[in-house]
């Protein structure tokens, strides 16, 4: 058995930056490896205020990442418009929420809460925010409600996070290749697939 895991959190704003290398990447893949993604939730619920020294740490991320990752984008109105909070369970949970209404939603939802919080400047750990995403990608807002903070879909994500660790993954986005029993970490590169592709290669041909 070979399988590819992709640990992310539709919040992290490394994921962001990741997303056209990791698209180039799946493309490319060999045709024999599976693939699946992970939920790996940075940040658990919370109706905090995030303290201003943390605001100022990510307002700075952003920003290393924009120089990192040639083409990233990111709207700084964010900061100003909304009260932002270290939480990102919610989020991850409307990926499951969406998942469970249609599997083909779960990479829709992501890419609509990524676009949503770095170009929009909408807040995702708003759950009106998700409800407002999960009808602007075709599914029913209320069923999605409804789903958004069951105790089922709570737990769907904490199997997802105690797999993430299971598998040793401790920062995101990253990925593990799995073989056979063997578990293997492929050093993620944000700018071309290559690298990683030629590591992936390198562990099922040995």
């Not at 205020?49 to 984008?73: F, H, K």
């Not at 009260?83 to 249609?102: E, F, N, Q």
Request: proline share 7%.
């Amino acid at each position: 058995m070979s399988h590819l895991y992709y640990i992310h959190d539709p919040m992290c704003s490394w994921c962001w930056g990741f997303r056209p290398t990791l698209e180039a990447l799946l493309t490319a893949l060999p045709g024999a490896l599976s693939y699946s993604r992970l939920l790996g939730g940075l940040a658990a619920d919370s109706s905090s205020p995030m303290p201003e020294e943390m605001r100022i740490r990510l307002q700075a991320t952003w920003r290393e990442i924009e120089r990192r990752i040639p083409n990233t984008g990111f709207n700084f109105d964010f900061w100003s418009r909304n009260t932002p909070r270290r939480s990102t369970y919610p989020a991850c949970r409307a990926v499951i929420a969406a998942r469970i209404l249609d599997p083909g939603a779960e990479e829709k939802m992501i890419l609509a809460i990524q676009q949503a919080y770095y170009l929009e400047a909408r807040n995702p750990s708003d759950d009106s925010t998700l409800g407002e995403l999960a009808r602007e990608i075709g599914l029913d807002e209320q069923r999605f409600n409804e789903l958004l903070n069951h105790q089922a879909t709570q737990q769907k994500l904490e199997t997802e996070i105690a797999e993430t660790l299971r598998l040793g993954v401790r920062s995101f986005p990253s990925l593990v290749l799995q073989l056979g029993q063997g578990m293997w970490p492929v050093a993620v590169d944000y700018l071309t697939p290559e690298p990683m592709l030629e590591q992936i290669r390198n562990i099922l041909d040995a």
